[in-house]
C-alpha cells in the first residue's frame, strides 16, 4: 500500500472501490433525470387529459364578444332571437265637438203652447159634469205638455185647481208631430151654489209668461162648483186621464 506521504505533484492514492463508487451514482442520477425528461415529452398529463387546468381554455366566439364604442351593445349570439321594437301608439285624434242635440234628444224640445196643439172637451160623466180634455199636436217639431192645464169657465172668475201631482219639466209629457195627451175635467153634483157653463177657455203651462190665445170647446150645461171642479196633469191615455 502506498503512504499519504507522497511528494507534491505526486499521484495521491485513495481507498480502494472510491472512484468507482462515485462514478456509478453520477451515471444513475444522469439516467434518472433522462427519464424524467422523456416522460414530460411523451404527451399531456393527466390533469390535460381529463381537461383540467392543463388544457388550453377556449377563446371567446367573435360573435359573442360586445362591441365596442361609446352606446354599442352586445352582439346577439348564434340562435338568439332580435327583440321587436314597441311599435309606436297611435295617437287619439281629437273628437269633433258634438252638434247641439246631438247627445241631448231633448235639446230643442219646448213646452207646448196653444199655438202647438188642437184642443177638444168630450163629456165623459154627466152626472159629475166631467169632461175629457183632449190636445194634439198640429205643429212639425216634438214639444213637452207641462204640468196640468189652465183651464177657465165662460165668463166666470178663477180656474180649476189642479188634481193630483205632475211629473217635472224634464220628465214632462212628449208630444211628437200628431200625437194626443189628455187631462180629466172633474165637474160636480149641482149643490145650488154653483153656476153652469156652455163653454170653457184652455191654455197651456209653459213655466213662462208666453202670451198665448186660448182655445175654447164647447161644455153645454157644465156646472161649475166652487170647490169642486179640478183638472188633472197631462197623461198619455184616456183611461187614466178619467180615473185619477
Not at 416522460?39 to 381554455?57: H, I, K, R, V
Not at 196653444?114 to 152626472?127: I, K, Y
Not at 216634438?142 to 183651464?151: D, E, K, M, S
Amino acid at each position: 500500500m502506498l503512504t499519504s506521504s507522497a511528494q507534491p505533484g505526486a499521484f495521491r492514492a485513495f481507498p480502494r472501490g472510491t472512484t468507482i463508487m462515485n462514478t456509478a451514482r453520477k451515471a444513475v442520477i444522469a439516467l434518472a433525470a433522462v427519464s424524467a425528461m422523456a416522460l414530460t415529452a411523451c404527451g399531456p398529463t393527466e390533469d390535460g387529459a381529463a381537461g383540467g387546468s392543463g388544457t388550453p381554455s377556449a377563446s371567446a366566439s367573435p360573435t359573442a364578444s360586445a362591441t365596442a364604442g361609446p352606446g354599442a351593445s352586445a352582439t346577439a349570439g348564434p340562435g338568439a332571437t332580435p327583440s321587436k321594437s314597441a311599435a309606436p301608439k297611435k295617437t287619439a285624434s281629437p273628437s269633433k265637438p258634438p252638434k247641439p242635440g246631438a247627445t241631448d234628444p231633448d235639446y230643442d224640445v219646448f213646452p207646448c203652447s196653444t199655438l202647438d196643439v188642437t184642443f177638444t172637451a168630450n163629456l165623459a160623466e154627466p152626472t159629475t159634469s166631467s169632461y175629457l180634455l183632449k190636445i194634439t199636436n198640429k205643429g212639425t217639431k216634438a214639444c213637452r205638455a207641462l204640468g196640468h192645464p189652465i183651464v177657465t169657465f165662460g165668463d166666470l172668475d178663477g180656474q180649476a185647481t189642479e188634481r193630483g201631482a205632475a211629473p217635472g219639466i224634464e220628465d214632462a209629457l212628449r208630444l211628437e208631430p200628431g200625437q194626443t195627451a189628455y187631462a180629466g175635467l172633474m165637474g160636480g153634483a149641482n149643490d145650488g151654489k154653483g153656476k153652469s157653463v156652455n163653454s170653457i177657455a184652455l191654455t197651456m203651462n209653459t213655466e213662462s209668461d208666453l202670451k198665448q190665445t186660448p182655445l175654447k170647446a164647447s161644455t153645454p150645461g157644465l156646472y161649475v162648483s166652487p170647490s169642486k171642479n179640478s183638472v188633472t196633469a197631462w197623461m198619455d191615455n184616456s183611461e187614466d186621464a178619467l180615473s185619477l
